[in-house]
């Protein structure tokens, strides 16, 4: 508890310190934000997951930022003392690292960009490239290495890189290079009320041979240290209506670490939205057939990922809603979901309307040998609607309905768990300053843990104070209940929140991308600020 409230003293004389300032040097600005994430462990006799042995767990970033006219730079140092319990960042050689993370200086001109240091970005829908960060997830892939952009005019858009990719506190033993094409024949034609452009990319990844970690590549089926990736992409906008497409194909590879035998790769993405007034509808469809990538083929984890496939389903904030989020199987699967909006909005006022919304989601084995059944085996199904109606100025409520059914073995056996989800949420708002939101759910299911309910009240001071209490309970399965309070204050541009309670294992979701954390009992302080 020293250590934890020591550096919560720390936290906050750097939040006060930064909240304030405003620094520019000559004709230049100098821009920066720190974030933690910092937790006290405590020993729970409840859970069946044993206590970290530090007992102190803490993620912390620090990113500055000079821009002069045409000239940028920065740098991002990292310090994880330890990293959070059941982030692969701690599962490394040394759990406790403070390191230079990233660092970058660019020059963009009117037509053309240049940056040497850590690429950030995505080719595409990202089916053969994407490196990004997300802390949440405890991941950063990014390039060390140069990135070039040139624009000809307006209807042609060429960009390259070349970099070693970046696993965890180190860096992967490939280097990776790519060339992403875009052609707008709208502007090329001159059309003023079509969007159309042609693009184009294509992605090498070279493999070093590691001695400390050898490898039979012939026996795995790799003819070639070398892997090559193509993905040509259609999009289209007219009025109301946007059509994308992607196809995009790879030559042999280990789709995972645990893969036995290298094969090539293929994707297929197709997405179309239409939007009319207060009406809009999406639908996207996806197969992939073994394009998971990954940034060396000595990694392993969620971090060592050079693609991005993310789940089509839907992104759940609910506490039961979200207990069993999908993954995606890299190895092969065919995916769709269907998107449905409509505001039914009041003539008189804006603060009386109803919102629908109406969407399903589901996913298939890509073929019959995927599965035991030696058919195509259902991996999700997700059918859920929503209203939202807001009554006045002061009160607002919404109720959901969600049949999530899943299979818990990802297609290795036959059969499916269903879990039948009920929401009701509401929120009442006093005065201008001071609102009440209160969350009641309850999952039905005859599978796996049994039925759960769960509840959430929150009061809200705006703008800077929130207090929050939670509690989800397993009826049936193992009885237990997983609870969380709290409070958080908003001043400025620096956020700072506290609570406790008792969090469940399970699989942790940003943007569709997952990683497994095991269950903890703690005290958790979050800091975000900038200046």
Do not use: C, H
């Given at each position: 508890m020293k250590k934890f409230l020591i550096t919560s003293a720390a936290l906050l004389a750097v939040s006060a310190i930064s909240s304030s300032a405003q620094?520019?040097?000559?004709?230049?600005?100098?821009?920066?934000?720190?974030?933690?994430?910092?937790?006290?462990?405590?020993?729970?006799?409840?859970?069946?997951?044993?206590?970290?042995?530090?007992?102190?767990?803490?993620?912390?970033?620090?990113?500055?930022?000079?821009?002069?006219?045409?000239?940028?730079?920065?740098?991002?140092?990292?310090?994880?003392?330890?990293?959070?319990?059941?982030?692969?960042?701690?599962?490394?050689?040394?759990?406790?690292?403070?390191?230079?993370?990233?660092?970058?200086?660019?020059?963009?001109?009117?037509?053309?960009?240049?940056?040497?240091?850590?690429?950030?970005?995505?080719?595409?829908?990202?089916?053969?490239?994407?490196?990004?960060?997300?802390?949440?997830?405890?991941l950063n892939n990014s390039l060390e290495g140069v990135h070039a952009r040139y624009d000809f005019s307006r209807f042609v858009s060429l960009k390259g890189m070349y970099g070693r990719p970046r696993l965890?506190?180190?860096?992967?033993?490939?280097?990776?290079?790519?060339?992403?094409?875009?052609?707008?024949?709208?502007?090329?034609?001159?059309?003023?009320?079509?969007?159309?452009?042609?693009?184009?990319?294509?992605?090498?990844?070279?493999?070093?041979?590691?001695?400390d970690a050898y490898m039979d590549f012939g026996a795995l089926g790799l003819d070639t240290p070398q892997l090559n990736m193509y993905s040509g992409r259609v999009n289209f906008g007219w009025k109301g209506l946007s059509i994308k497409g992607e196809y995009a194909a790879k030559s042999k590879d280990l789709a995972t670490s645990s893969s036995q035998s290298a094969t090539p790769g293929a994707a297929i993405f197709a997405e179309a939205i239409y939007s009319w007034k207060t009406f809009s509808v999406s639908g996207t469809f996806r197969m992939l057939d073994h394009m998971g990538t990954m940034l060396s083929l000595y990694g392993n984890g969620t971090g060592n990922t050079l693609n991005y496939l993310p789940a089509?389903?839907?992104?759940?904030?609910?506490?039961?809603?979200?207990?069993?989020?999908?993954?995606?199987?890299?190895?092969?699967?065919?995916?769709?979901?269907?998107?449905?909006?409509?505001s039914l909005r009041s003539k008189t006022t804006r603060h009386r309307y109803w919102n629908f919304h109406v969407n399903y989601s589901t996913a298939y084995t890509m073929s019959a040998s995927q599965s035991v059944t030696g058919t195509r085996q259902l991996l999700w199904s997700d059918a859920n609607v929503d209203v939202e109606r807001q009554w006045g100025r002061n009160l607002k409520t919404s109720i959901l309905y969600s049949r999530q059914e899943w299979s818990p073995s990802h297609g290795g056996e036959d059969?499916?768990?269903v879990s039948n989800i009920f929401v009701g949420d509401v929120t009442y708002k006093f005065d201008r300053k001071k609102s009440l939101r209160a969350e009641v759910q309850y999952l039905l299911s005859d599978d796996y843990e049994g039925d759960w309910v769960a509840?959430?009240?929150?009061?809200?001071?705006?703008?800077?104070?929130?207090?929050?209490?939670?509690?989800?309970?397993?009826?049936?399965?193992?009885?237990?209940?997983?609870?969380?309070?709290?409070?958080?204050?908003?001043?400025?541009?620096?956020?700072?929140?506290?609570s406790y309670g008792r969090n469940r294992a399970g699989y942790i979701c940003s943007g569709g991308v997952c990683r497994y954390s095991p269950a903890y009992t703690g005290l958790n302080l979050s800091l975000t600020t900038s200046f």
């Open positions: 620094i520019r040097l000559g004709e230049g600005q100098l821009s920066a934000s720190f974030e933690t994430n910092t937790i006290k462990y405590v020993e729970d006799g409840g859970l069946i997951e044993p206590t970290p042995d530090d007992r102190f767990g803490t993620n912390n970033y620090l990113k500055v930022d000079y821009t002069y006219k045409k000239f940028s730079a920065g740098i991002q140092v990292e310090a994880y003392l330890p990293a959070l319990y059941g982030y692969e960042l701690g599962q490394q050689t040394d759990p406790k690292k403070f390191f230079l993370g990233s660092k970058y200086v660019s020059w963009t001109d009117e037509n053309f960009y240049v940056l040497v240091g850590n690429v950030y970005d995505q080719f595409g829908n990202g089916l053969i490239f994407r490196s990004y960060e997300d802390r949440q997830l405890g965890y506190t180190d860096y992967a033993g490939s280097w990776v290079r790519g060339l992403d094409l875009s052609v707008s024949v709208a502007d090329i034609f001159n059309w003023e009320n079509i969007l159309l452009s042609l693009e184009g990319s294509y992605v090498n990844r070279y493999e070093t041979l590691d001695k089509l389903t839907r992104q759940y904030t609910y506490m039961l809603a979200n207990l069993n989020p999908y993954q995606v199987n890299v190895e092969g699967e065919t995916a769709g979901q269907v998107d449905l909006y409509y059969g499916t768990y509840g959430l009240v929150e009061f809200n001071f705006a703008p800077m104070w929130s207090i929050f209490a939670s509690d989800m309970y397993n009826l049936e399965g193992t009885k237990k209940n997983y609870y969380n309070a709290g409070f958080s204050f908003t001043k400025g541009r620096t956020r700072i929140q506290l």
